[in-house]
């Protein structure tokens, strides 16, 4: 692993950077004449290189990278200074999920804590594989300036996904099956025009087009994130779709795992007939008359009634009675909706594993965060998960209480995505 690493930080780099051995599994790079924001642009460059490495024995090997920039700019006047910034920022991508590029915020550094034995991923799962909010978000924008129509489709798919499984699935799953529903239909980004914006019915041969797009999609999700059950989601949903376009019933023995399942009656729902623009409030009772239809033949039967009387009938609050993103959105700056989005697996993950210490620090920063942005909302919902954890130091823990509470915050946590994608 070192060796390839190696040779692929030298291939980019030797001609006109220094590239240096740091430490037992570290490198530096040193990168003469770029500010900050050119370094970052190289350190992507650099995590997606090494992505790419595949190796002999064994094949099936994947390699992801941490990296911290920084620059002189933040007024370090040694070069071990500039080292130990970059040292730092390189803790937090990993403790931030890992496989993530970080450049220098003093303000985060310090939030997050600069010792390397504050910074360990003692509360991250070593066979966890992470999907990094900022790759999903790349991948969303990019979709939603060829097609914002399929983008904000998308955006209600997943918050769809997400009412219905809260229920029925851990948080970590969940959020894989909303990060599935953001990018089921990323092939459509080379879809050509006159296909995409067609309004009449398509063509055996324009399918042909859009399930090749759609296996172009699939290889972007597997080459960016390396998420095996990402791609399961992802890739069973396709050819539900296609078995519903032929008209194929499933079988009794069906093996479609519960979150395509789940995925395919959200798209179906949404996905506006022929010759209409989008989906209407009065069209309601059409979508539900089309999931009743396909229910039994091409959909899950108990999933497609569960999801009329969990979520249809109950659009304005979800089952623990708790207002969901559908509809709100926070109007912030960009870069704090991406802070707080990249919260939202760790609380996944922090709740699921039942970690009051890892909670804890994460409602702190969504806190500081939130207070800087005056988000009231977020600022009480973490605040009321502090005092739950407080309590529990004295009294018995009360999980059930604290998955509300954390399950109220994810959902404002998601509408501060909601925003950037209805603005684009």
């Not at 030797?14 to 599994?25: L, N, S, T």
């Not at 798209?267 to 022929?274: F, G, K, L, Q, S």
Request: glycine share 4%; aromatic share 4%; net charge negative.
């Amino acid at each position: 692993v070192l060796r390839e690493v190696s040779r692929v930080l030298r291939e980019l780099h030797e001609e006109k950077q220094i590239v240096c051995r740091y430490g037992g599994e570290e490198f530096c790079v040193m990168l003469p004449g770029m500010d900050v924001n050119e370094a970052l642009i190289q350190a992507e460059c650099t995590r997606l290189a090494i992505a790419e490495i595949r190796l002999a024995d064994p094949a099936s090997l994947r390699l992801t990278a941490s990296l911290g920039v920084s620059d002189t700019s933040f007024g370090a006047n040694e070069t071990q200074e500039l080292i130990n910034q970059a040292d730092a920022c390189l803790y937090v991508a990993k403790r931030a999920g890992r496989n993530q590029s970080v450049t220098y915020d003093p303000a985060r550094i310090e939030a997050m804590g600069t010792e390397v034995e504050e910074a360990t991923d003692q509360h991250v799962d070593p066979n966890l594989v992470s999907l990094p909010f900022h790759a999903v978000t790349a991948l969303v924008s990019a979709l939603a300036n060829r097609s914002p129509e399929t983008a904000e489709h998308s955006r209600r798919v997943a918050d769809l996904c997400v009412t219905l499984a809260k229920d029925m699935m851990c948080q970590r799953e969940i959020y894989v099956l909303e990060t599935a529903a953001l990018l089921h239909d990323i092939g459509k980004i080379g879809v050509p025009d006159q296909l995409l914006h067609k309004t009449e019915p398509l063509t055996t041969d324009d399918w042909k087009v859009i399930e090749h797009h759609n296996q172009i999609g699939l290889d972007m999700v597997a080459g960016t994130f390396h998420c095996a059950e990402l791609e399961s989601i992802i890739e069973h949903h396709h050819q539900n779709q296609s078995q519903r376009r032929n008209g194929e019933s499933l079988t009794p023995n069906d093996a479609t795992p519960l979150p395509a399942r789940i995925l395919a009656i959200a798209d179906v729902y949404d996905t506006p007939v022929a010759g209409e623009s989008k989906r209407h409030t009065n069209s309601k009772h059409d979508a539900v008359a089309r999931l009743r239809d396909l229910a039994g033949t091409q959909l899950d039967a108990e999933l497609v009634e569960r999801f009329i009387t969990c979520v249809v009938e109950k659009e304005s609050e979800n089952a623990l009675g708790v207002p969901t993103t559908q509809g709100i959105a926070f109007a912030i700056p960009r870069p704090t909706a991406m802070q707080i989005g990249q919260q939202i697996e760790q609380l996944c993950d922090a709740m699921d594993s039942q970690d009051t210490d890892q909670l804890r620090s994460l409602t702190e920063e969504l806190t500081r965060i939130a207070e800087a942005n005056y988000l009231v909302p977020i600022v009480d919902a973490a605040a009321k998960i502090g005092s739950s954890i407080d309590r529990s130091e004295k009294e018995e823990i009360e999980w059930v209480e604290i998955l509300r509470q954390t399950q109220t915050l994810l959902d404002l946590c998601r509408a501060t995505q909601n925003f950037h994608l209805t603005e684009i």
